[in-house]
């Protein structure tokens, strides 16, 4: 019988952890969700973003193409206007991102007059071939990523960055 | 980079490469006729900011901005900014504004001016346009300092 009872120490005890417990998890579960939740959200309307780009008229020249899509940062939300190399290498078209794999410039196609048929970094001239390939002894120390594309209705469709496929 | 915990991070393990400071200058003008002005020519100043930092990322440090006020000293005012920056190690700095008191001091003292455009009425791809526009006569600026 006596096993049974509850002391007031105990009581006391069992009431504050609980009521501690309960207080703690108030407390954290937000800051959980908070950390999950941009993780979890999808972006709307899929991954691929609509360029003003006539698939017919991209050549074998690297040509900037611009697009702007809504960019969940964090929980803030802002329009963010990004631009990909895009040409045509037979019948694949390619789309290159301007992103230095150095420390992030733009990098610019032909950017340096001395260095045809590259692209170029005007930050610590870094070089990439054509196809995104980082020229040795020059900073960057991978290839430029890819983008994935899409045809949509004749226009070029812009999805995420991937690594490069082509070296 | 930008001027925040996480960049500034990266600007002090890589100092070889990110050695140049960008400071926009922006005129506060409380007088009627002036407000207005002013303020549109900081939005414009701010913007092409954001778009040099973002062409030279991996080589500049985009500060927050310099603001003062019409009556002010600037220029001894951009004496101390310098004085601080060298400090950390920055070997090149460029102030950048539209206020057109600094596009008679020009070159010596690095300020880079640019007349404002009024991007108010322009809709996100016309401003865009505009700014690029400007950047690109910008670039030859920083490659310049840079190859000397
Ligand atoms: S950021 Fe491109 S070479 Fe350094």
Redesign the interface.
């Known amino acids: 019988m006596s096993n049974n009872k509850v002391s007031r120490r105990q009581f006391l005890s069992y009431t504050l952890t609980g009521v501690g417990g309960f207080m703690a998890a108030g407390m954290l579960m937000p800051m959980v969700r908070f950390a999950i939740d941009p993780v979890l959200q999808k972006s709307e309307g899929g991954d691929f973003v609509l360029t003003e780009k006539k698939i017919a008229d991209i050549t074998d020249v690297p040509e900037r193409v611009?697009f702007?899509f809504e960019q969940v940062d964090a929980w803030y939300k802002s329009?963010i206007?990004n631009a990909a190399w895009v040409y045509k290498e037979g019948d694949q078209i390619i789309a290159l991102s301007p992103v230095?794999k150095?420390?992030?410039?733009?990098v610019n196609w032909e950017g340096d007059p001395a260095h045809k048929n590259q692209f170029f970094?005007?930050?610590?001239n870094g070089r990439y071939e054509k196809n995104g390939e980082n020229v040795p002894k020059t900073?960057p120390l991978g290839p430029l990523d890819q983008f994935e594309i899409r045809e949509n209705d004749g226009f070029l469709e812009i999805g995420k960055a991937i690594p490069n496929t082509l070296v | 980079m930008h001027w925040n915990g996480k960049d500034s991070a990266v600007f002090q393990a890589q100092k070889e490469y990110i050695d140049t400071a960008v400071i926009p200058l922006i005129v506060i003008d409380g007088s009627e006729h002036g407000f207005g002005f002013a303020a549109s020519a900081a939005d414009y100043t701010l913007s092409l900011a954001n778009l040099i930092e973002n062409q030279f990322k991996g080589r500049i440090v985009l500060f927050p901005s310099f603001s003062y006020t019409t009556g002010q000293d600037k220029q001894s005012l951009l004496e101390i900014w310098k004085e601080e920056l060298l400090k950390a190690d920055f070997k090149y700095i460029f102030f950048i504004t539209s206020d057109r008191e600094w596009s008679t001091m020009g070159d010596e003292h690095d300020v880079i001016w640019t007349p404002s455009v009024p991007l108010d009425s322009m809709d996100q791809k016309m401003r865009n346009s505009v700014l690029e526009d400007q950047l690109r006569q910008l670039i030859p600026i920083f490659a310049k300092k840079w190859a000397n």
Do not use: Y
């Open positions: 611009d702007t329009d206007t230095c150095h420390l992030g410039c733009t970094c005007p930050c610590h900073p």
